[in-house]
């Protein structure tokens, strides 16, 4: 809502690209853009993590057995059914986002370890979960880690993504195609994650890994110059590649391969 007041009675001036010539809209010069803030045409978000933590915490299992399910489901309807409440009363277009919070997912975890103390699963790991996303350490296969995070695509309609940690397929590519038709046929989105790093002291093409210390190394000859290497991973919906704190880090490291 901050944001929200912060932009009432800017003039479409401002950015004539964006609000004059079409960019987002067609408004006068000199015309305020508050109209365009309300009924939908502009969003807010409620962004929300670590759906796995949380049902961990008050269940004591992870949200992919029935019972975790059940009440991680309850969650989501009830910030669902908040942000549409919110969009009645305000007439502004709230919607639920599902946050991959690049940095928060650290931050979050490292205030509430300091405020509650190491509990394991939740505070213990230095990173919260992506949205509502199966733990990166679960055991999961490809196809019903897209079924199951498919049910929590359709209530977190603000913004979502899901993907699956595949190794190399490059010489199996049938088998490749099968999983982008089961993405097709069960789930709004949701993209693969290989690894095409490159060493530029040794030329090593493949995974450069995160050591036990938690620095990037190259396995073939011990660089952690992130000078010298190209390291790219999914951080949210978009690849990223200049590098993560150590939280994203440490979720990054525990990922498993779901194919
Ligand atoms: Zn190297």
Redesign the pocket.
């Known amino acids: 809502m901050c944001r929200h007041y912060a932009l009432l009675g800017t003039h479409s001036d401002i950015s004539p690209i964006h609000w004059q010539y079409g960019a987002l809209a067609r408004l006068k010069k000199g015309e305020k853009i508050d109209k365009l803030l309300y009924g939908g045409y502009s969003t807010i978000s409620l962004g929300y993590i670590g759906i796995y933590e949380l049902t961990k915490l008050m269940k004591g299992v992870s949200h992919t057995t029935p019972e975790g399910h059940e009440f991680a489901i309850r969650v989501m309807k009830h910030l669902k059914e908040t942000v549409t409440k919110w969009k009645k009363e305000t007439n502004i277009g709230f919607a639920l986002y599902g946050t991959p919070a690049e940095s928060l997912c650290y931050r979050f975890a490292r205030i509430d370890k300091e405020k509650f103390g190491t509990i394991k699963d939740i505070t213990d790991k230095g990173y919260y979960t992506n949205s509502y996303h199966v733990d990166v350490r679960e055991k999961i296969d490809a196809f019903d880690k897209l079924k199951f995070e498919s049910e929590f695509q359709g209530i977190s309609t603000g913004g979502c993504i899901s993907y699956i940690e595949i190794p190399n397929m490059a010489k199996n590519i049938d088998a490749l195609e099968s999983v982008v038709q089961f993405i097709y046929d069960n789930i709004q989105y949701a993209e693969f994650n290989t690894k095409s790093d490159y ?1 530029h ?2 030329g ?1 093409d493949g995974e450069i890994i995160i050591n036990k210390d938690n620095e990037w190394e ?1 396995p ?2 011990g ?1 952690k110059d992130h000078g010298k290497m190209t390291v790219v991973r999914r951080t949210c919906g978009y690849l990223g590649e200049n590098f993560w704190n150590v939280g994203k880090t440490k979720e990054i490291k525990q990922r498993v391969m779901h194919l």
């Open positions: 060493c002291v040794c090593f190259c073939n000859c660089n």
